[in-house]
């Protein structure tokens, strides 16, 4: 089982940016694709970003799509994601995730971390 801890969440104003951080610990990831996910109180949690295990195949959200980067280094056992030119509707908890296969959806990831909070005021 591999542990997951994020890490790079904070108080940001509009316009500004933010690099979230994944860390997995327990055993290497470095063959399972990578997700980052976000929560806000009373809502589903929502499909960020994906990269493939080679790091060669991403995708985006709609809603992040031009602004976010998501990246991984597998000998760092780490990835990440580059938020740039954030808005006050980014704010939320972030969640980075192990995949099972390449996917968008919640339920096809398995391992999760615990959560960074982001919060862009106006």
């Known amino acids: 089982q591999v542990q997951l801890v994020e890490s790079g969440g904070g108080l940001v104003q509009a316009g500004g940016s933010l690099r979230l951080s994944c860390a997995a610990s327990g055993r290497t990831f470095s063959t399972a694709p990578m997700g980052w996910f976000r929560q806000t109180p009373g809502k589903e949690r929502e499909f960020v970003a994906v990269?493939?295990?080679?790091?060669?195949?991403?995708y985006y959200s709609d809603s992040v799509k031009g602004r976010f980067t998501i990246s991984r280094d597998n000998a760092k056992n780490t990835v990440y994601l580059q938020m740039v030119s954030l808005k006050p509707e980014d704010t939320a908890v972030y969640y980075c995730?192990?995949?099972?296969?390449?996917?968008?959806?919640?339920?096809?990831?398995?391992?999760w971390g615990q959560g960074t909070q982001v919060t862009v005021s106006s």
């Open positions: 990269i493939s295990w080679t790091g060669g195949r991403t």
């Open positions: 995730a192990e995949g099972r296969n390449w996917a968008t959806a919640p339920s096809m990831f398995r391992y």
